[in-house]
């Protein structure tokens, strides 16, 4: 097991917990057993006291509110999210996972919108991605161009935002990962939802907040069938070690 | 004039005559329609299971792993290291038939109830479906829906759908079948039972309010349909998934705290079942105030209130000075807690409405409904059932197009364009997932997941505005930290947990053999489940069951439920695996007039289906029943009978099926799965797979084709004297497995063989029949196809059938 200490301490993680997160224990598991960080659940209702107790937050997938309105609507107006807001200001590292991605679209905390998946059907599968930026808190363990595995499992993963912001976005840099093929190629069929330009994960500008589709906690050990998403919350770890 | 009238209320409620003269008896005068609408619901075939009681006690239903059998919501077996396994399969045929969306949905949420109303948290589901015929136009329509209401349903609760099947066949025209399973987990000593409920406790209501859904759906679903079947939607429940998930949440956090007394879930016949049968099982009275249960529509009235079956609803039973906090609990989770009641000793429910006395009712005359020995009589079909001579029938001139056919039916074909359709991944526990003959789970560490005090976390001792980032400068050494992580080497759990166990799930059923011989059927379902399991090296260790027969009143559909039983009680005492939990859901049949204005019944064919647990010691040692590599070794494991009786292929080709299928010799079995067991646990094969339907053909293209990581082949020569080319490659149901293994393993294989035979007296045949290839599918000079095409017809002939 990795130990994430910083000098004696244990790296602190967050995790979020609307009514109807249903993968926030799957994150809790592997940040505790898998890579040994101190974690705790932040409860919706209440407020941060105090930002500086996390050295990053995880907002994991689910249903949050039963995905009524909108995935992600609702909760991106509940209580903590002001608090996140805060704290994404303040540059905390915040990781949005599937509905947690959705949640920091209508939150405003990054651009654009989900459409539901162009099968307009519920979606679960391995998927390829491959690294557009190598320098994020998510990605710093990786080398742009890489191929990871991982598994998706949404029915709203359809990312889109205007032409324009999409060239923003991509200028950027805050187009982190892309679906492709198991050999790196971005095409049409490696796409499992119809996202513009296959977008799989985005940042924001100062890169510590990131939304990202697939479920990286599902593929943190190998009897789930990869390790890639493990190397994300390493390269998280490690960049919070080497501040 | 009150005789008309009370008929027309009999007619409305299902119940025959003579049960309503022996609630006239009981009561002392003729019931009104709160007592009408109380006692038809318990004594619908569905809640108090007259016809099949006496003959459900003939299932083995206990043994060592056994925990809690039949009777209560659940069954529960011991997974050793203080866990249990609690689980359950329920059939919801009848409203999935109505409103197909809803009605899966709702049955999925339904079984989920069961599981963690036992204090248990769910973990896997599966699901057995039956569709019509593909010709049929609406059959697209069933199927699509079916499983967007299961995905919606399980998908949201967050726990993973890891299997099942699909099966298209014209008996189900006109009545589909959906059969949903779950399984939990739950620590020994944290089991919550509907018993146990003291004098004086409080009696609460939990979660969604009370709504005009689903009235008289236990007495809908112990009808058959007629015509006006569309007039039946209002009996359908509506199903709302985020609020099971709090309710999931709320209930947990309350047993772990140990606030419950007893519980129950709000199902079929929603609070006059839970009520009853709390009472029942803890023999005690209770008092419901009618008033107190939480509404969604205003002026509901009693009996209304009592058989609404509005989804995601419990019923508990707590000390008196418990209820603050657990009305504290369900407010966190915001959902609906009220006192409605209290346990009193006498064993009747009083029911108050106004503050004044409403009804009285006797607990024990509600719950025991009559019991009946039906009639039961040789179905006149079985007379056309003729053994087969297949001397009679010519050899195909292209095999290559007939196993084309035969791999392409959507009763063979991959089920991926469902399943993909529902979360399989979620809760980190899915080792195997769909794709495979069964699914493999693991274990998590189970731990509370109370939300913290915010005070008490640590502070970082760092300031949180130095951390801002920017562009990463270094990231060297990262492999290493990578590397790092061993799955083998979690702290989590505790020291004395067993780390890599795990369970094994499977479901099946047959219902074409058990329509040509319900025994035999019965049997080859129970013995496919344990192959199953067998192959990716776990060991058999409980069942449950949905028994899906016709009505129960007709005698041959008696004798075709009676014969059933009697395989699945052969076949699982066999296999050491009693049966602890089930469900059973006749009258599916459907009356409709024909062209000439004659009453046609379509009646299903006797359709039981199992759902198996097994163990496997170590989840890192699962076999997955496709090949791996280039250039392994394919091995024949057992022995071949070719017999086509009643298989696909004489189904599809030459259009007779009616002969016997195969008689399974269970001794044999037992050993020849003893061995492959053994195989998988020594870690000497790659794959495994038995041989079900569409025979060995079917079993080595699939074994080829659904690697979802790479194409392969197979090339194979096999050649068995007496038994002519297409019972060789078509048979079904084979005492026999296809193994795969690297080429080094070979004398391995070889001497394991013959150490077992030796100790276990036994005579398992070992035959190299070839190996695993690039491209091509070629077995003898019969068959030669190129893998890509038959992968993409395998997985494409599904969902050319969605909409």
């Keep these: 097991m990795v130990m994430a200490m910083i000098g004696d301490k244990k790296i602190n993680a967050g995790i979020t917990v609307f009514p109807g997160s249903n993968c926030d224990m799957d994150v809790y598991y592997a940040l505790k057993d898998v890579f040994g960080l101190n974690v705790s659940f932040i409860w919706h209702k209440d407020r941060l006291l105090d930002c500086k107790k996390y050295h990053f937050i995880v907002i994991p997938g689910g249903f949050s509110y039963g995905d009524y309105l909108r995935a992600g609507a609702l909760a991106a107006r509940s209580g903590i999210m002001e608090s996140l807001k805060e704290y994404a200001d303040s540059g905390g590292i915040i990781l949005g996972i599937c509905n947690g991605f959705q949640i920091l679209l209508e939150a405003g905390l990054l651009g654009g919108a989900m459409l539901t998946n162009s099968s307009l059907r519920f979606e679960c599968k391995t998927v390829y991605l491959k690294v557009l930026n190598k320098g994020t808190p998510f990605t710093c363990m990786l080398e742009n161009g890489s191929v990871l595995k991982m598994p998706i499992a949404h029915h709203d993963g359809n990312y889109y935002a205007k032409n324009d912001d999409i060239v923003k976005l991509k200028d950027a840099r805050g187009l982190i990962f892309q679906y492709c093929d198991i050999n790196g190629n971005v095409t049409a069929e490696a796409n499992p939802n119809g996202s513009i330009d296959n977008i799989a994960g985005i940042s924001n500008g100062k890169f510590n907040v990131m939304g990202l589709m697939p479920h990286p906690e599902r593929a943190s050990e190998k009897l789930t069938g990869s390790i890639d998403g493990a190397k994300i919350f390493n390269s998280v770890i490690k960049y919070i070690k080497n501040i | ?803």
């Excluded at chain 2, 019931?31 to 619908?44: N, Q, T, V």
């Excluded at chain 2, 039961?376 to 056919?405: C, H, M, T, V, W």
């Excluded at chain 2, 019965?522 to 058999?540: H, L």
Aim: glycine fraction near 8%.
């Design chain 2, 1 to 803: 004039m009150t005789k008309v009238k009370d008929a027309l209320i009999l007619n409305l409620n299902g119940l025959s005559f003579e049960e309503y003269e022996k609630i006239t008896d009981i009561i002392g005068k003729k019931p009104d329609e709160f007592e009408l609408g109380i006692f038809s619901a318990m004594w619908s075939e569905h809640c108090c299971y007259k016809s099949s009681k006496l003959h459900l006690k003939n299932l083995p239903a206990g043994g060592p792993a056994v925990i809690i059998g039949p009777g209560e919501n659940a069954g529960v077996i011991d997974f050793g290291d203080g866990d249990v396994l609690v689980f359950k399969m329920e059939s919801h045929n009848h409203p999935s038939y109505i409103e197909p969306f809803q009605g899966a949905a709702t049955g999925v949420g339904g079984i989920m109830r069961d599981v963690f109303t036992m204090g248990a948290r769910p973990v896997a589901n599966l699901n057995s479906l039956r569709f019509g015929s593909l010709s049929h136009p609406k059959t697209p329509y069933y199927l699509s829906e079916v499983v967007k209401g299961i995905g919606f349903y399980g998908n949201c609760m967050g726990v993973p759908t890891v299997g099942g099947e699909v099966v298209f066949d014209p008996c189900y025209n006109d009545n589909i079948l959906v059969n949903a399973f779950t399984i939990g987990i739950a620590k020994k000593e944290g089991i919550f039972l509907s018993s146990g409920a003291g004098t004086g406790d409080t009696v609460v209501y939990v979660g969604s309010a009370t709504g005009m859904d689903g009235i008289h759906g236990a007495t809908m679903a112990s009808e058959e349909f007629d015509s006006k079947k569309n007039q039946r939607r209002s009996t359908v429940q509506v199903g709302d998934p985020f609020t099971e998930k709090l309710l999931l949440e709320a209930c947990l956090e309350a047993m772990e705290k140990k606030l419950i007394v007893s519980i129950q879930d709000m199902g079929a016949a929603g609070l006059t079942s839970s009520s009853f049968e709390m009472a029942s099982n803890s023999e005690k009275g209770m008092i419901i105030d009618l008033d107190e249960v939480p509404l969604r529509t205003p002026n509901m009235t009693p009996v209304e209130i009592m058989l609404s079956e509005s989804q995601e609803r419990m019923l508990l039973v707590c000390k008196k000075n418990d209820y603050e906090k657990i009305s504290g609990i369900f407010k966190k989770w915001d959902l609906n807690c009220r006192s409605i009641g209290k346990i009193i000793e006498e064993k009747f429910i009083k029911f108050y409405r106004g503050s004044k006395l409403y009804k009285i009712m006797p607990v024990d005359a509600v719950v025991n409904g009559p019991v009946y020995d039906r009639a039961a009589k040789e179905p006149g079909y079985r007379k056309k059932i003729k053994p087969l001579s297949i001397e009679k029938y010519g050899l195909p001139e292209d095999f290559n197009i007939i196993a084309q056919r035969l791999i392409y039916s959507p009763n063979i074909a991959s089920k991926r364009p469902v399943y993909r359709q529902y979360d399989y991944s979620i809760g980190t526990n899915t080792v195997v997932p769909p794709g495979s003959s069964c699914a493999v789970m693991r274990v998590r560490p189970y731990f509370s997941a109370e939300i913290p005090d915010m005070l008490h976390i640590p502070d970082i001792g760092m300031d949180m505005l130095s951390i801002i980032p920017g562009i990463i400068k270094n990231a060297k050494d990262k492999d290493k930290d990578i590397e790092d992580i061993d799955i083998r080497d979690k702290s989590g759990g505790g020291k004395d947990r067993h780390k890599n166990k795990g369970f094994v799930l499977n479901v099946n059923g047959n219902s074409k053999y058990c329509y040509l011989d319900p025994y035999a059927g019965s049997v080859i379902a129970v013995t496919e489940c344990a192959r199953n399991i067998a192959a990716a090296g776990g060991t058999p260790i409980a069942i449950t069951d949905c028994l899906n027969f016709a009505s129960p009143e007709d005698p041959e559909v008696m004798w075709q439920f009676k014969e059933s039983i009697r395989g699945l009680k052969d076949a699982a005492a066999k296999f050491n695996t009693p049966v602890i939990s089930g469900n059973v859901s006749f009258y599916n049949e459907t009356s409709k007039i024909d062209k000439d204005g004659k009453i046609m019944t379509s009646k299903i064919y006797p359709t039981p289906v199992i759902a198996m647990v097994g163990f496997i010691d170590d989840v890192n040692k699962a076999v997955t029943s496709y090949f791996k590599e280039e250039g392994d070794e394919v091995f024949l494991i057992g022995r071949l009978k070719g017999n086509l009786g009643g298989s696909l292929y004489m189904d599809l080709v030459h259009k007779d099926f009616m002969q016997p299928p195969l008689l399974i010799d269970l001794d044999y079995e037992i050993k020849l799965q003893e061995f492959i067991r053994g195989l998988a646990n020594e870690g000497l094969v790659k794959s495994a797979s038995d041989i079900s339907e569409g025979g060995l053909f079917v079993a080595l293209a699939e074994s080829a084709v659904a690697n979802p990581d790479k194409l392969l082949g197979v090339q194979i020569s096999l050649h068995k004297n007496g038994i002519r080319d297409d019972a060789l490659l078509f048979s079904e149901f084979e005492q026999a497995f296809i193994v795969s293994l690297a080429k080094r393993e070979k004398q391995k294989l070889i001497k394991y063989g013959k150490a077992f035979n030796i100790s276990f007296n036994a005579d398992i045949e070992i035959d190299y029949i070839g190996e695993v290839t690039k491209d091509r599918i070629k077995i003898n000079n019969t068959i030669e196809l190129k893998s890509d095409k038959i992968r993409k017809g395998y997985y494409s002939a599904v969902e050319n059938i969605l909409l």
